[in-house]
């Protein structure tokens, strides 16, 4: 079990290095192309950071562990604005632009909803079992691609000019992305394995390994990366980077994977996961819309809503 435990800091810490090296490769790649600054937030930055989760989930399905992928999805959502946007909100006040309250927050509630309505099939028939199948991650991911339609057309309109200096050049970018990307999915092999085995030694159930490590370790880069940018005043950044991460979890994390490798059969989850998912989509939105801002007291609220979840969820 010690082994386990060292391959499992182990592999978070190559995770993390893996998604760091990879967010600066492909940012520069992005940069070397005259990408707007808007489209690197929320795409390569985002989706950058949620790599480590998509690299567990393709782990996870191959080795036959669903409620590791959906876990991990529903608890990277749930920490990612709860936890992160919580702290960023205790550096500083966020200021919402007057754009992603009326578009891109109405996005992230209504992919969630989408993901707990195709989640639960049995309250819509008690006869069947609730399952995740190929078409359900069909779905979402043809929603995905309306999001990122969305974000091509925005970005379109503005394009900011760049800080050549800290651009890498286009041979080093692309090194640094492939190097990273090798680390992420070494990082999830060790990872799922040792979650896996440790969960299973000690008796817990994969839902609530996934729900706590494996959400946490794999949204530390996003964390990282949000109280970061919050500090040097990059509102924009830290909040798009957690709202482009929840879409891309529900999106392309799981419904990438169970559309090309098949659906998930008999999963085990319980409802209020689901609920606090969108409940937390839910305060976002009514945060941002009151003022346009994310103040210190909502930050406060994120993170007693993220405390009293995660009592709920040990205790269970």
Do not use: W
Request: glycine share 8%.
């Amino acid at each position: 079990m010690f082994l386990n435990i060292i391959l499992l800091i182990l592999g978070f810490v190559i995770l993390i290095k893996g998604a760091d090296i990879f967010v600066d490769g492909a940012s520069s790649v992005a940069a070397n192309f005259k990408v707007s600054k808007m489209l690197i937030g929320l795409t390569i930055v985002s989706f950058g950071t949620s790599a480590p989760e998509f690299a567990v989930s393709i782990k996870s399905l191959l080795s036959g562990s669903g409620d590791i992928v959906l876990g991990n999805v529903i608890g990277s959502n749930i920490l990612n604005i709860l936890l992160i946007l919580g702290c960023c909100g205790l550096v500083h006040t966020l200021n919402v632009k007057n754009n992603t309250v009326k578009k891109e927050l109405p996005i992230t509630m209504l992919i969630s909803t989408l993901f707990a309505v195709l989640l639960s099939d049995s309250i819509f028939d008690n006869g069947i079992t609730n399952s995740f199948t190929r078409g359900d991650g069909i779905a979402l991911l043809l929603f995905f691609m309306i999001f990122i339609y969305y974000l091509i057309t925005i970005a379109r309109k503005k394009v900011d000019k760049e800080d050549e200096s800290e651009v890498l050049p286009m041979t080093k970018a692309l090194f640094f992305t492939i190097i990273g990307l090798v680390g992420i999915i070494l990082g999830s092999n060790f990872v799922v394995d040792s979650a896996t085995f440790l969960a299973e030694s000690m008796g817990v159930s994969q839902r609530i390994i996934s729900l706590t490590i494996i959400a946490f370790g794999t949204s530390l880069p996003e964390l990282v990366t949000s109280v970061t940018a919050t500090k040097k005043g990059e509102y924009d950044i830290a909040i798009g980077n957690v709202v482009g991460s929840n879409i891309f979890n529900i999106g392309v994390v799981i419904g990438l994977p169970v559309a090309l490798l098949g659906g998930i059969g008999i999963i085990s989850f319980s409802y209020i996961d689901l609920l606090v998912m969108i409940a937390a989509a839910v305060l976002l939105f009514m945060f941002s819309f009151n003022d346009y801002k994310i103040t210190k007291k909502e930050g406060i609220l994120f993170l007693i809503v993220f405390i009293t979840y995660y009592s709920y969820v040990l205790m269970s």
